[in-house]
């Protein structure tokens, strides 16, 4: 079945490392994107992929880092520099702008 | 500034009651409005709507937009406890790059 998977689901991290959330998707869709979830904030974007090799910050890119070297591959990196990294982070991707994401599970970020 | 509101942020109800819920929107060049229900991880696409007046409608659910005044309504008659959920509104951004902008959400809970 062709779909998203976002890996691991649970991570627990310390202060101060880096941790890479995985997101795969077998759709063949070009656009990927990532997006971080708090409660009452809604979904809020942190850096999205139009084509493979390409990719550009959202609007809460500081303190993460992605890359796209395949078309099926986004994972994104949270880095030490950000400063409140523990949330909901979903994995998204879509075909086309005419239609709506397709979702990952999601991956649940905690920095103990 | 693309933006997207939901009202309400939380919602108590009992099972039976009919709900409806709201999201108003303000996005330059605006092409369509997606309505998501999130129960536990992935967003699960429920309606897209791009035409003023049409009620899209799914079983016990129904939206409909209105382009003059920039909002549309989510409604859910005769609810179930299985439609506890965040139901999520997003609407394109303006700007070419296949974003979602999404509201903070409604978090529906249906007692027995």
């Known amino acids: 079945d062709g779909g998203i998977t976002q890996s691991p689901k649970y991570l627990f991290r310390k202060e101060g490392q880096n941790v890479t959330l995985s997101c795969e998707q077998n759709?063949?869709?070009?656009?990927m994107y990532w997006y971080r979830q708090d409660p009452g904030q809604g979904l809020r974007l942190i850096y999205y992929?139009?084509?493979?090799?390409?990719?550009q910050k959202g609007d809460i890119a500081e303190g993460y880092s992605v890359s796209r070297e395949k078309k099926e591959s986004f994972p994104l990196t949270v880095t030490s520099a950000q400063k409140n990294p523990t949330a909901f982070y979903l994995c998204a991707s879509t075909p086309d702008p005419a239609f709506g994401y397709t979702f990952g599970s999601g991956t649940r970020l905690t920095v103990v | 500034e693309d933006k997207v509101v939901q009202s309400p942020l939380s919602l108590v109800v009992h099972e039976g009651d009919t709900v409806t819920l709201n999201c108003s929107y303000e996005?330059?060049?605006?092409?369509?409005l997606l309505w998501y229900k999130q129960e536990k991880k992935a967003p699960t696409f429920l309606f897209m709507l791009?035409?003023?007046?049409i009620e899209k409608k799914s079983g016990r659910l129904s939206s409909i937009l209105d382009k003059k005044e920039l909002f549309s309504i989510l409604n859910i008659t005769a609810t179930q406890t299985g439609d506890s959920a965040i139901y999520l509104c997003?609407?394109?951004?303006?700007?070419?790059?296949?974003?979602?902008?999404f509201g903070q959400g409604t978090t529906l809970q249906v007692k027995p």
């Open positions: 996005v330059t060049n605006f092409r369509s």
């Open positions: 759709l063949n869709h070009d656009a």
């Open positions: 992929s139009q084509i493979v090799n390409d990719f």
């Open positions: 997003a609407s394109w951004s303006s700007s070419n790059t296949g974003k979602l902008i």
């Open positions: 791009t035409s003023s007046g």
